[in-house]
Structure formats: C-alpha cells, structure tokens
C-alpha cells in the first residue's frame, strides 16, 4: 500500500485541506499520513470572526517533521504540501521534504504553492522567495499553481497565451510537471468555462475548458492536488507510461472534481444556491467528501 505524507491545513469541522484530501486519498488505497499546519475550528469563509484555533508553530513543525523522517527515512511514496501559513512554515517543510527527496529519489513531491487567488494573497509576501527557491531547487516534481501563484513564482504578469507559454517554460527548468489549475478569463476569453493547463517537461501543453459551476467552494484545490497526486503517481510506476495517458489522468481527475461539486451542489437548498458565496450559505456549499465516496476510484 503507498503511503504519503500531507502537509496542509486541518480544520474540524468542514472540508479543506487535509480534511478534504485524505478521505479520497483512502477511498485510493493510500495511508495517509497528515501533518496540519493549522488546525482551526472551521473554514475561514465563515468570516474571520467565526474562525478559532492556531497556527502549529514552527519549532513544532520541525520536531514533528524531522521526528518523522528520522523513524521512517524511506516509508514515504508521496510528499504532499498544501497551505503553509508563514515563511516559516515554507522553509522548514521545504528544507524537510527537500532532504527526503535526496534520499528517496522515487518519492513524488507535489506541492500546490498556496498563496493567493484573483490578484490576492492569503499568506504574507515573505513566503514568496521561499516558494521561488523551491521552484527552482530541481527537486519538485509537480506544482498546483493558480494563474495568480503561476505569475507570483515566475515574477512575470501572464496577459496572453504566449506569456503563459514562456512561464511554463522557464519554470520546467527545474519542474516536471506543472497543472496551472484555473487560468485568468481574460487570456481564454469564454466566459462560463474554467482553463486548466497541464504541461509536461518537453511536450506540448494539454488545455482543458471546464464548464463553471456557479457556486463557491472550498477545498477544491486540495481535492484536486490529493487525487492529482494518485494519479501521477500510478503513471509513474505504471510500465506503459505514455502522452495520452498523462493526459487522460488530468483529465480524470477534473472529471471526478466536477462530480464532487455537483453532489456537493445537489445537497444544498435551493435557497443557498441562489444566494452563493454569502456566509450564511457556506455551511452547505462544504464539499461533500464523504457522499462522494464512490467517485473516486475511477471506472
Ligand atoms: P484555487 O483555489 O487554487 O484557485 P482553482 O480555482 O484553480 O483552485 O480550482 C481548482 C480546480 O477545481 C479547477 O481546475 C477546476 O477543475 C475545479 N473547480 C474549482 N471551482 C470550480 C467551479 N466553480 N466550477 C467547476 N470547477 C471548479
Ligand atoms: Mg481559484
Ligand atoms: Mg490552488
């Protein structure tokens, strides 16, 4: 059985981070083992008042990490990172993980380098070099980023398909595989429909047009990056690894997305949905992790 190490946020009540990726990640055959970042009593799209808990400190995050590695230097076939709270937090995850790759050069290292959305960040902009640094350290193998992340960890605005082009291809210097996961409206123009972009080292990049479900939701991104990771990680110990199947896996993946958000749809009150996105409706738009038990195992 793999088994992965995910290193996010957790929350008690609800579904993001760690909460939203290990239930799939289980439905897969994987022992997860979760290292949380944060653990708050809920999401914080209930607004910051309704939001209790910590931030697991760094010297603790060290213990935690290096205890680990130490006990089990090669048990781990997936390195997972998601939200990192601070520059702190980024460096003593990256340093860990980065000296676990080393010696365990099998091991798949994706890291969705959370920090911001829609010209926002949600973390500090001292996580920034920290970030670039591991962006370029050649020891990632796979990055998550939005078109937002994708520009902060090149340092370049992307406005047209062709800057999109050049930061894919600056940053495969040093990673693999990189999934842009939602691209700005304004390069694709349709309005509707997300873009998502997977590109492989040396081969040309795969887009796929999404139809936009008119909801918020959150922990998406951490169900996509959870179940991203299995995917990757069966093509690459899979004989028969080839472009199509790179492609199709992505394209599962997304596939099995938008089904989770349609369940999670489905459970809502007609009230909620016409009122989307505000606090009082967020309790329902909660991903559905657990009705969509059947989703994830692919046909
Ligand atoms: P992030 O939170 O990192 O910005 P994205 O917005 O890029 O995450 O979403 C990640 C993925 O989740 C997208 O590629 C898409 O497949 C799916 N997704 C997210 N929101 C929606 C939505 N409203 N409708 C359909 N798919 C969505
Ligand atoms: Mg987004
Ligand atoms: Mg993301």
């Known amino acids: 059985m793999p ?42 799209g209930y607004g910051m008042d309704k939001v209790f808990g910590s931030i697991t400190d760094h010297e603790t995050m060290k213990k935690l990490l290096s205890g680990l590695f130490r006990n089990f230097p090669h048990d781990y076939d997936g390195l997972l990172s998601g939200y990192l709270p601070n520059k702190d937090c980024v460096e003593v995850v990256g340093s860990h993980y980065t000296n676990y790759k080393k010696s ?4 798949i290292w994706l890291m969705d ?22 962006a370029l350290s050649g020891i990632v193998d796979i990055i998550t980023p939005n078109q937002f992340e994708l ?28 999934i842009v996961t939602s691209c700005d409206a304004k390069i694709f123009d349709d309005e509707g429909f997300i873009y998502c972009v997977a590109s492989m080292r040396d081969k040309d990049a795969i887009i ?31 004989d028969k690894e080839s472009d199509l199947k790179f492609e199709e896996q992505v394209n599962e993946v997304i596939t099995v997305v938008q089904k989770v958000l ?38």
């Not at 016409?274 to 994830?296: F, N, Q, W």
């Open 104 to 107: 365990n050069p099998k091991s």
């Open 151 to 178: 520009e902060i960890l090149c340092g370049e605005k992307i406005s047209s398909k062709e800057d999109l082009k050049s930061a894919l291809k600056s940053l495969h210097q040093s990673i693999p595989v990189i």
């Open 208 to 238: 796929y047009r999404i139809p936009q479900i008119q909801s918020y939701f959150t922990g998406v991104g951490d169900l996509f990056s959870a179940l991203l990771l299995d995917r990757i990680h069966k093509l690459l110990i899979s």
């Open 113 to 134: 380098p959370v920090m911001g959305d829609e010209g926002k960040m949600y973390v500090n902009d001292d996580v920034i070099p920290e970030y670039r640094k591991l």
């Open 3 to 44: 088994r992965l190490i995910a290193t996010q946020s957790h929350v008690v009540h609800g579904y993001v981070g760690n909460k939203a990726a290990t239930f799939p990640l289980q439905c897969l055959g994987w022992d997860v083992d979760c290292c949380n970042t944060v653990q708050f009593s809920n999401h914080t």
């Open 262 to 299: 349609h369940v999670t749809r489905s459970f809502a009150s007609k009230a909620t949905v016409a009122k989307m996105g505000v606090v009082e409706g967020m309790k329902e738009m909660e991903l559905r992790i657990i009705e969509s038990k059947d989703l994830y195992g692919f046909s």
